[in-house]
């Protein structure tokens, strides 16, 4: 069995080895990659316990399916995260299967920054997420990448965001708010959409005008008299 170089044998190595009924060689394959696998099942279904479920499946899938993996196609790792996705996926689907007492919901609110964000989207078309399990899932992502994003943002970026897609004020309206020069105002919500944008890359999704323009007057109502160039240098 070829080693890697830490001495240790690779996944493919391994994923030979359970093909050939290696449990030993199952077991260390559970310890390198079902930590990742967990978080992404806890992720799709924001259940902890059926995110054990899935894991479990997904390696239950590895030692009765080893022979299918082929190294050309890709990493063990994408391999296993693909499995437990589409586990995920049944999972939900089935639970969207059964009835359900009818009750009151408000959906999300007018207000809140992410959902206005996700308008800005090519997911955010208007379309009920209860009637698509993918759907669902790939919002609740999404949601969770928007509102991570923000909190890791500087507090002078995410304060112009929140005021545009919160309030829905312009950025000559911002910066009266704020005391801030227009200049400024403009400069740090070209970066606050750029940060929005390369989080969204990172799940694949395409945005729409509003995330997806790095240029500061593409966010928050028409603002007629606001040039588009940048002004006055940052404080």
């Known amino acids: 069995m070829a080693d890697d170089r830490s001495g240790a044998p690779s996944d493919d190595d391994l994923v030979r080895a359970v093909a050939a009924g290696s449990q030993d060689a199952l077991a260390i394959l559970y310890d390198r990659h079902a930590e990742s696998i967990h978080r992404l099942a806890v992720?799709?279904?924001?259940d902890r316990a059926l995110a054990e479920?899935?894991?479990?499946?997904?390696?239950?899938?590895?030692?009765?399916?080893?022979?299918?993996?082929?190294?050309s196609s890709g990493s063990l790792a994408t391999w296993l995260r693909t499995i437990a996705r589409n586990r995920a996926l049944d999972r939900l689907r089935a639970a969207a299967r059964r009835p359900r007492p009818v009750t009151a919901s408000l959906g999300p609110a007018e207000g809140d920054p992410v959902e206005r964000l996700?308008?800005?989207t090519e997911l955010g078309d208007g379309t009920d997420p209860a009637t698509g399990p993918e759907r669902a899932v790939e919002l609740d992502e999404?949601?969770?990448t928007l509102?991570?994003?923000?909190?890791?943002?500087?507090d002078p970026e995410r304060r112009v965001i929140l005021l545009a897609y919160q309030e829905g004020l312009s950025q000559s309206e911002i910066a009266v708010r704020l005391g801030w020069p227009l200049g400024t105002v403009k400069t740090r919500t070209r970066r606050a959409l750029q940060r929005l944008r390369a989080a969204l890359v990172g799940l694949g999704v395409g945005s729409g005008?509003?995330?997806g323009s790095a240029e500061?007057?593409?966010?928050?109502p028409a603002d007629p008299g606001a040039s588009t160039s940048a002004e006055v240098g940052e404080r």
């Open 43 to 46: 992720r799709l279904t924001n």
């Open 53 to 71: 479920e899935i894991v479990q499946e997904t390696f239950l899938a590895l030692w009765n399916r080893a022979e299918r993996f082929d190294p």
């Open 118 to 120: 996700i308008d800005s």
């Open 142 to 144: 999404l949601r969770r």
């Open 147 to 154: 509102r991570a994003a923000l909190r890791a943002m500087p």
């Open 209 to 211: 005008p509003g995330i």
């Open 216 to 220: 500061a007057g593409a966010v928050g």
